[in-house]
């Protein structure tokens, strides 16, 4: 009798969770209206000023939010209940969509009041989205979790495909750009309606359940800041998506002025184009997982930006409608084929009790280039013209990509960030601590053989990473000069209840690096371990 062969998941698996499936079809809907709401609000822009830095400051305050508040929103994600938040930050979108749309169908909107409720718009966004993507793996089994990002990037630019040109065709329907762009502000603000219904009917259970008391706020952002200082992998997502974005921005900045004053067509015009993008990235969105598995992530990455460069250049350089169209599909294509990579290399990167906070200091980072970009390419326009500035974003993106290069990702088959052991119990101890008592000094003491001291100093040096992750603020490891086979490992954190978290935070994949220097320990017993508070001098 032959062993069953494992039968591949499809990669559309994920659609068969029905809550994953309602909640990717109410995301939709609202994409769908705020793609048609991102062409009518630019386009608006440009019937009120002919401006190019306010019009490229309509995507800085479409991305400057999430510079600031993408990091705390994830922090608030990982200790408050996320479908709440979620509700929360979806009516504050509703809400200030609404009174954009009145205002401007009651003709007394300005570019400034355009530009305000715009970022109050976006902090909305920038609030929600950490924990809108960090619930993707509540909602599917981790095997199914790339496959589940795919095709929200496929749902979201599908939105982007269709929304743009429905938004400009709303507009050109209209006898002045500010009817069309209210209409269009007001459909925006329906289209929430539809997520916050599935939200509110959603039973969620969530995946990671302490016994210890949910950190604080300020604390969280605190213990995330340090975990992802200490995590390699995630800094090179980060850098790689600051590189890219910041100049990658200079499409989205400056479409809009090519259409206007270079293409010379209207609204529906710019709509398309802008379409354009969303379809490509659709069609990279469809084509991605084939990608996944004849090429790496690098590869993928790096002739993703080299099509980027090609786009901007023949941005700047042609007035040929079709020539454009086809570098703009093909942007598309590289756009989400790129951000999904990266996407995907942060949340197979981190275990659940941090994911919403690295998503969160994602998005930041994301963010900080299309922001940092947008302003760049649109003072540059100004200043000199617009196609320079797509030509000095198409030099700047060539220049860098061997730099970037250098920061590998998901390299290697992905860890287990599985908890070793949940609500794992606390050490016994004869004094016990409050939970506020510390710092705390743990010493951890080995045996090992002369001749095993360069591979266990070699393994144990991987422990400080995995120590300095998960809540130590201070880590080292020391050779007795009076007996050199003694070892001693020592580090600090800041409080009992940060020790007992520090230990619930060990991953499967950290318990085999941990194990690993045990290995080398001689001995029956395991190495002898204490556990010391910091004495302070009593009270009078």
């Known amino acids: 009798m032959t062993a069953a062969t494992p039968t591949p998941v499809s990669g559309w698996a994920a659609l068969r969770r029905p809550t994953f499936r309602n909640l990717w079809m109410a995301a939709i809907v609202s994409n769908v209206g705020g793609w048609m709401q991102d062409t009518a609000g630019a386009w608006l822009m440009t019937a009120l000023t002919t401006s190019p830095l306010l019009i490229a400051l309509m995507q800085t305050a479409a991305s400057l939010p999430a510079l600031f508040l993408a990091f705390p929103a994830g922090g608030a994600a990982d200790i408050f209940d996320r479908r709440h938040l979620l509700l929360f930050w979806q009516s504050w979108m509703l809400a200030s969509v ?31 989205n950490p924990a809108w993507q960090s619930i993707v793996p509540e909602l599917v089994p981790r095997p199914e979790l790339p496959d589940a990002i795919a095709i929200n990037s496929a749902g979201f630019n599908l939105s982007r495909a269709v929304g743009p040109a429905l938004g400009g065709l709303t507009v ?3 006898a002045t750009a500010a009817r069309g762009a209210g209409v269009v502000f007001s459909l925006n603000a329906v289209s929430f309606v539809a997520v916050i219904f599935v939200l509110a009917v959603w039973r969620r259970t969530p995946p990671y359940k302490s016994a210890l008391p949910s950190e604080r706020l300020f604390g969280s952002l605190r213990s995330g800041a340090r975990y992802l200082r200490h995590a390699p992998a995630l800094l090179a997502v980060f850098l790689r998506a600051f590189v890219f974005t910041t100049f990658a921005s200079a499409v989205w900045a400056l479409l809009a002025v090519v259409a206007n004053q270079d293409l010379h067509k209207g609204a529906m015009a710019y709509g398309v184009l802008n379409g ?43 007035r040929t409608t079709a020539l454009i169209v086809f570098w703009l599909l093909a942007a598309g294509f590289a756009w989400t084929s790129t951000t999904s990579t990266f996407n995907v290399a942060v949340q197979l990167s981190v275990p659940a009790w941090v994911q919403a906070r690295a998503l969160g200091a994602y998005q930041t980072v994301f963010w900080a280039g299309m922001a940092l970009g947008s302003a760049l390419w649109g003072l540059i326009a100004e200043r000199v013209s617009t196609s320079r500035s797509l030509l000095a974003a198409a030099a700047g993106m060539l220049i860098t990509l061997p730099f970037a290069m250098r920061f590998h990702l998901l390299r290697g088959a992905p860890p287990d960030l599985s908890p070793f052991q949940l609500n794992r119990p606390a050490p016994q101890v004869v004094m016990e601590p409050d939970h506020e008592d510390g710092p705390v000094m743990v010493t951890i003491e080995y045996r090992v053989l002369l001749e095993d001291y360069g591979d266990f100093t070699h393994a144990i040096h991987q422990l400080r990473s995995i120590r300095m992750r ?13 007996a050199p086979e003694r070892i001693i490992e020592t580090f600090v954190v800041e409080s009992w209840l940060e020790f007992l978290r520090e230990r619930e935070r060990m991953t499967t994949s950290d318990r085999a690096i941990r194990d690993r220097v045990r290995g080398y320990h001689q001995g029956e017993a395991p190495p002898a371990a204490s556990y010391m508070i910091y004495a302070r001098e009593p009270a009078e």
């Open 98 to 128: 609404a009174i954009l749309a009145a205002l401007t169908l009651a003709g007394i909107v300005s570019p400034a009041t355009l530009l305000a409720l715009t970022f109050l718009l976006n902090i909305g966004s920038a609030l929600n």
């Open 172 to 174: 050109a329907a209209f």
């Open 276 to 318: 354009c993008l969303g379809a490509g990235a659709v069609l990279g969105a469809f084509t991605l997982p084939r990608l996944r598995r004849k090429f790496s992530a690098d590869a993928i990455t790096a002739g993703a930006t080299l099509v980027f460069v090609c786009s901007l250049s023949v941005l700047a350089l042609s």
């Open 470 to 482: 998960d809540g130590a603020i201070r880590w080292g490891v020391y050779r007795d000069t009076a």
